[in-house]
Nanobody, 122 residues
């Protein structure tokens, strides 16, 4: 099992910046991908950004140029820095990871954090 604990989030004004972080713990062999989804009221959950253990990052078009995802493999922690925030960035942000529980199994299971609210006021 893997536990993901998020921190950060909160209320910020339009144009401001915010950081969220997520630390993984528990019993697993390796984590390959970590990242963030978000879900706004009445909308589907959407991918914001992801990063591999090797540092390759992927961003949603809506946040490209405004978001930076990073990762500390030693701490099993992923970070998301967002700048130039817009009201449409308001959502619950969920951390996730794909973890291999048994070494060599090549079976990865997705785990989710509890979510952290980000609200951008206009």
């Amino acid at each position: 099992q893997v536990q993901l604990v998020e921190s950060g989030g909160g209320l910020v004004q339009t144009g401001g910046s915010l950081s969220v972080s997520c630390a993984a713990s528990g019993k697993y062999s390796t984590i390959n991908v970590m990242g963030w989804y978000r879900q706004a009221p009445g909308k589907q959950r959407e991918l914001v950004a992801s990063i591999t253990s090797g540092g390759s990052a992927n961003y949603a078009d809506s946040v490209k140029g405004r978001a930076t995802i990073s990762r500390d493999n030693a701490k099993n922690t992923v970070y998301l820095q967002m700048n130039s925030l817009k009201p449409e960035d308001t959502a619950v942000y969920y951390c996730y990871c794909n973890a291999e529980i048994s070494s060599g199994s090549s079976t990865f299971i997705r785990y989710w954090g509890q979510g952290t609210q980000v609200t951008v006021s206009s």
